[in-house]
């Protein structure tokens, strides 16, 4: 039977993809300032015992790796939370705490170390946490603590290699990353452990002053698994009933931490699994048991029963790891994505009158992509929420709130959404960073005081305006050296200009305003000029007699060695972005090359311009190294639309209408348009991985316009002149031109150089 929701659950995913053909939509991820002064976001909010001061709440962003390694948190961490809390948020929440050690092996490793901070089994930990708790009220800001009961069978499979033991799970489930693996059904008795383990931890929370417990409760982690009948299918015991785990274990919080401390629960509406996949639900093994997903009204009567039991607050989302983008909006996703979801939410609880057990109504707190003030505080004042989740827009920039209080608003440093620092990081084994902001992490490397005045004034020459120049520039500038910044074109943002064009590109359009704006403010208040469209060779920069000479000179674009390459109707992908008319008159396009740029390419010819388009690809892995929140939106909207990706595939001839491609068929090649299953990190060996045969067969597909995206060298050529002659006695080469890789290293790269030099 359909539900009154299901209708509206379906229009809403299904707009996620093509949301920005609304102009409206698409204006509110602008950072403006109209609604300045913000008094929505600027008010009070009493929940239960504790008054937070605004409506703003940091999001829990896990703390991967920035903690000692038996648990306790670190300077690192403290550092960390401390900056937030001097920006002015009202509320901070740590990333997840498990309470299962011991019982889910996925949050242990061996020799009981663990990746996670941790609160439970040891006093040794408290005083970690006392001193966030203690930091961030100095400044004003509540601490929440977020426990999980575990990560279940979205936690690592290596368990079963160096434990020898099974992950664990509601039911017998796949494992998110190997579905060759089962996960194990987690025992009665130790469900119950993890409850007691709640109510202990959240004991020794409050008595550590952290100012309320979080429940981890959505994306499909343990606590999902046991409360949503697509993960739990038991069919006896006191679990079998797949509410009671979750309604336990907050009243046995509830027992432990008495009636006035705040409970929040974070909750999925819907994991939109069979709203995503559609008819995938009933043809792909690893799918096919989670078609029975709790419905947006069983959500809606799971939360009125968690009220009924303690819980204080909510916030809502959707999603899980098996369509990642969903929980981890890229910067692809629409500005506020999740605000329809809220505004359900806080509509239910509103008509059917339910307050929490201090009498109260329950707030509803908004998630997903909010780091834009106007709409941020439309949202309050529309009432689709009582309050506003920021999670990577505090990475980006800890000061927003104090910032967006005091109307600077273009003084933002905006989130960008590409999630190379946040989330990427961690998966491939470091912690929590930033693409826009090299501070984030590092809070215990840089206290600011790596910002003083040098002691020698310095002429110094920074060659190429992308980010890694322009940043190094404007640094240097602040620390009081004579800069000069060279850009050979007319402005500054390197490959951020091409980057920005696609419509869902929107959060790079803001870091290229942010960039001018601190570029401008520097060039009126420091020794900084900045000279445009002038290529900069050896003579010059020697007749400059500069101190220092930093090269950010950026790529050069690499060709496929093809026949037929140089045709006029082949152009590369960022030369297409610059200048959209290239595509003019093409119907059929060839994109050569899968990686971020090639598919972010395609999207946009497809989807703005209409045109046909396939991509050819010689790896197996489509957007190898991606974070997969961004990888799996980007290869699933492409699939809707009709985009064929042909992987273990080369260009072999261009010829006047078509390319001629040599392209593996065998059925070992992996299904270039899997999303719910991740690739995994390359120092990470899958056991049940099918060696790829070949079978290669000539295939002739019709292009009227070829786009190479097939990757890119180091532009280094001026650095290395400059380092044969000793034009200057200092040289650096920097982004780019030093290595071809993210964002993340060129903005670090010139933070760390130019706060030293």
Same mark, same amino acid.
């Not at 020459?461 to 404007?474: E, H, T």
């Given at each position: 039977?359909?539900?009154?929701?299901?209708?509206?659950?379906?229009?809403?995913?299904?707009?996620?993809?093509?949301?920005?053909?609304?102009?409206?939509?698409?204006?509110?991820?602008?950072?403006?300032?109209?609604?300045?002064?913000?008094?929505?976001?600027? +008010?009070?909010?009493?929940?239960?015992?504790?008054?937070?001061?605004?409506?703003?709440?940091?999001?829990?962003?896990?703390?991967?790796?920035?903690?000692?390694?038996?648990?306790?948190?670190?300077?690192?961490?403290?550092?960390?939370?401390?900056?937030?809390?001097?920006?002015?948020?009202?509320?901070?929440?740590?990333?997840?705490?498990?309470?299962?050690?011991?019982?889910?092996?996925?949050?242990?490793?061996?020799?009981?170390?663990?990746?996670?901070?941790?609160?439970?089994?040891?006093?040794?930990?408290?005083?970690?946490?006392?001193?966030?708790?203690?930091?961030?009220?100095?400044?004003?800001?509540?601490?929440?603590?977020?426990?999980?009961?575990?990560?279940?069978?979205?936690? +690592?499979?290596?368990?079963?290699?160096?434990?020898?033991?099974?992950?664990?799970?509601?039911?017998? *489930?796949? *494992?998110?990353?190997?579905?060759?693996?089962?996960?194990?059904?987690?025992?009665?008795?130790?469900?119950?452990?993890?409850? &007691?383990?709640?109510?202990?931890?959240?004991?020794?929370?409050?008595?550590?002053?952290?100012?309320?417990?979080?429940?981890?409760?959505?994306?499909?982690?343990?606590?999902?698994?046991?409360?949503?009948?697509?993960?739990?299918?038991?069919?006896?015991?006191?679990?079998?009933?797949?509410?009671?785990?979750?309604?336990?274990?907050?009243?046995?919080?509830?027992?432990?931490?008495?009636?006035?401390?705040?409970?929040?629960?974070?909750?999925?509406?819907?994991?939109?699994?069979?709203?995503?996949?559609?008819?995938?639900?009933?043809?792909?093994?690893?799918?096919?048991?989670?078609?029975?997903?709790?419905?947006?009204?069983?959500?809606?009567?799971?939360?009125?029963?968690?009220?009924?039991?303690?819980?204080?607050?909510?916030?809502?989302?959707?999603?899980?790891?098996?369509?990642?983008w969903l929980p981890h909006p890229p910067g692809f996703m629409a500005p506020g994505c999740f605000l329809e979801i809220s505004k359900i939410t806080k509509d239910y609880f509103e008509e059917h009158k339910i307050r929490s057990n201090a009498g109260m109504d329950v707030p509803v707190v908004a998630v997903g992509k909010l780091g834009y003030p106007d709409l941020a505080e439309q949202a309050l004042r529309d009432r689709k929420c009582d309050m506003i989740m920021l999670a990577r827009p505090l990475l980006a920039d800890p000061q927003w709130p104090n910032k967006v209080y005091a109307g600077a608003i273009d003084q933002i440093c905006p989130c960008i959404g590409d999630q190379e620092g946040c989330i990427n990081e961690f998966v491939d084994g470091g912690h929590p960073q930033c693409t826009v902001n090299p501070?984030?992490?590092?809070?215990?490397?840089?206290?600011?005081?790596?910002?003083?005045?040098?002691?020698?004034?310095?002429?110094?020459?920074?060659?190429?305006?992308?980010?890694?120049?322009?940043?190094?520039?404007?640094?240097?500038?602040?620390?009081?050296?004579?800069?000069?910044?060279?850009?050979?074109?007319?402005?500054?943002?390197?490959?951020?200009?091409?980057?920005?064009?696609?419509?869902?590109?929107?959060?790079?359009?803001?870091?290229?305003?942010?960039?001018?704006?601190?570029?401008?403010?520097?060039?009126?208040?420091?020794?900084?000029?900045?000279?445009?469209?002038?290529?900069?060779?050896?003579?010059?920069?020697?007749?400059?007699?500069?101190?220092?000479?930093?090269?950010?000179?950026?790529?050069?674009?690499?060709?496929?060695?093809?026949?037929?390459?140089?045709?006029?109707?082949?152009?590369?992908?960022?030369?297409?972005?610059?200048?959209?008319?290239?595509?003019?008159?093409?119907?059929?396009?060839?994109?050569?090359?899968?990686?971020?740029?090639?598919?972010?390419?395609?999207?946009?010819?497809?989807?703005?311009?209409?045109?046909?388009? &396939?991509?050819?690809?010689?790896?197996?892995?489509?957007?190898?190294?991606?974070?997969? +929140?961004?990888?799996?939106?980007?290869?699933?909207?492409?699939?809707?639309?009709?985009?064929?990706?042909?992987?273990?595939?080369?260009?072999?001839?261009?010829?006047?209408?078509?390319?001629?491609?040599?392209?593996?068929?065998?059925?070992?090649?992996?299904?270039?348009?899997?999303?719910?299953?991740?690739?995994?990190?390359? *120092?990470?060996? *899958?056991?049940?991985?099918?060696?790829?045969?070949?079978?290669?067969?000539?295939?002739?597909?019709?292009?009227?316009?070829?786009?190479?995206?097939?990757?890119?060298?180091?532009?280094?050529?001026?650095?290395?002149?400059?380092?044969?002659?000793?034009?200057?006695?200092?040289?650096?080469?920097?982004?780019?031109?030093?290595?071809?890789?993210?964002?993340?290293?060129?903005?670090?790269?010139?933070?760390?150089?130019?706060?030293?030099?």
């Open positions: 039977m359909t539900g009154k929701y299901d209708e509206r659950m379906k229009a809403v995913v299904e707009k996620f993809g093509t949301w920005y053909e609304d102009k409206a939509r698409l204006d509110d991820g602008i950072i403006t300032s109209k609604l300045h002064p913000y008094t929505s976001i600027f +008010s009070p909010l009493q929940v239960n015992g504790v008054k937070i001061k605004n409506r703003l709440v940091m999001g829990p962003m896990g703390n991967i790796s920035m903690a000692e390694e038996t648990g306790r948190p670190n300077t690192k961490m403290i550092q960390y939370f401390t900056e937030r809390a001097k920006g002015g948020v009202g509320l901070i929440t740590s990333g997840l705490i498990p309470i299962s050690h011991g019982i889910d092996p996925t949050v242990t490793e061996l020799g009981g170390l663990s990746y996670f901070p941790r609160i439970d089994a040891s006093r040794t930990r408290f005083a970690g946490w006392r001193d966030i708790a203690e930091r961030c009220h100095g400044y004003g800001a509540k601490f929440f603590i977020q426990l999980t009961p575990g990560l279940g069978r979205v936690g +690592s499979p290596e368990c079963l290699v160096n434990k020898f033991k099974l992950p664990v799970s509601a039911s017998w *489930n796949p *494992n998110f990353y190997l579905p060759s693996i089962p996960c194990r059904p987690l025992s009665g008795r130790m469900a119950w452990k993890i409850i &007691k383990n709640a109510g202990q931890a959240s004991s020794d929370a409050k008595a550590a002053l952290i100012d309320g417990v979080y429940l981890h409760g959505h994306e499909g982690y343990l606590l999902e698994q046991m409360t949503n009948p697509a993960f739990n299918r038991r069919s006896f015991g006191a679990f079998s009933d797949w509410q009671r785990f979750g309604i336990e274990l907050v009243k046995e919080i509830r027992k432990r931490v008495g009636k006035s401390y705040p409970v929040m629960y974070r909750i999925d509406l819907s994991l939109a699994l069979n709203e995503t996949y559609g008819e995938r639900m009933n043809t792909v093994k690893s799918l096919r048991k989670f078609k029975n997903e709790r419905t947006v009204e069983q959500s809606l009567e799971y939360m009125a029963a968690l009220v009924g039991a303690g819980v204080d607050m909510f916030d809502v989302d959707l999603g899980c790891y098996d369509n990642w501070r984030t992490g590092h809070e215990d490397i840089y206290n600011g005081s790596e910002m003083r005045p040098s002691r020698t004034v310095k002429s110094i020459a920074v060659v190429g305006g992308g980010p890694a120049g322009a940043n190094a520039a404007m640094i240097a500038a602040h620390r009081g050296h004579n800069v000069t910044l060279f850009e050979k074109r007319e402005e500054i943002g390197g490959m951020l200009i091409p980057g920005s064009r696609p419509a869902i590109k929107f959060d790079i359009l803001n870091y290229r305003a942010y960039l001018k704006t601190m570029l401008a403010e520097t060039i009126k208040n420091y020794k900084l000029k900045a000279e445009y469209g002038r290529e900069i060779n050896l003579d010059l920069l020697r007749a400059g007699h500069y101190d220092a000479i930093i090269c950010a000179t950026g790529t050069v674009q690499r060709k496929p060695p093809a026949q037929g390459i140089d045709a006029p109707h082949v152009v590369w992908a960022v030369d297409l972005l610059r200048d959209p008319s290239l595509a003019d008159g093409a119907k059929d396009v060839v994109i050569i090359g899968a990686g971020s740029v090639g598919c972010e390419t395609a999207y946009y010819l497809v989807h703005e311009k209409k045109k046909k388009v &396939k991509i050819v690809e010689m790896l197996p892995e489509i957007m190898k190294g991606v974070c997969t +929140s961004n990888r799996g939106f980007l290869i699933h909207y492409l699939e809707k639309m009709g985009v064929e990706l042909l992987n273990c595939s080369k260009l072999k001839e261009v010829g006047d209408k078509e390319v001629l491609v040599e392209q593996n068929v065998s059925k070992t090649v992996p299904d270039p348009y899997v999303t719910w299953t991740p690739l995994l990190p390359e *120092n990470i060996e *899958n056991p049940f991985a099918k060696k790829i045969k070949d079978e290669f067969q000539s295939r002739t597909i019709k292009a009227d316009l070829v786009v190479i995206s097939a990757g890119a060298r180091p532009g280094d050529e001026l650095y290395y002149e400059c380092l044969a002659a000793n034009v200057a006695p200092e040289l650096y080469n920097i982004g780019d031109s030093f290595a071809c890789g993210r964002l993340l290293e060129a903005v670090r790269a010139a933070y760390q150089l130019a706060t030293v030099i």
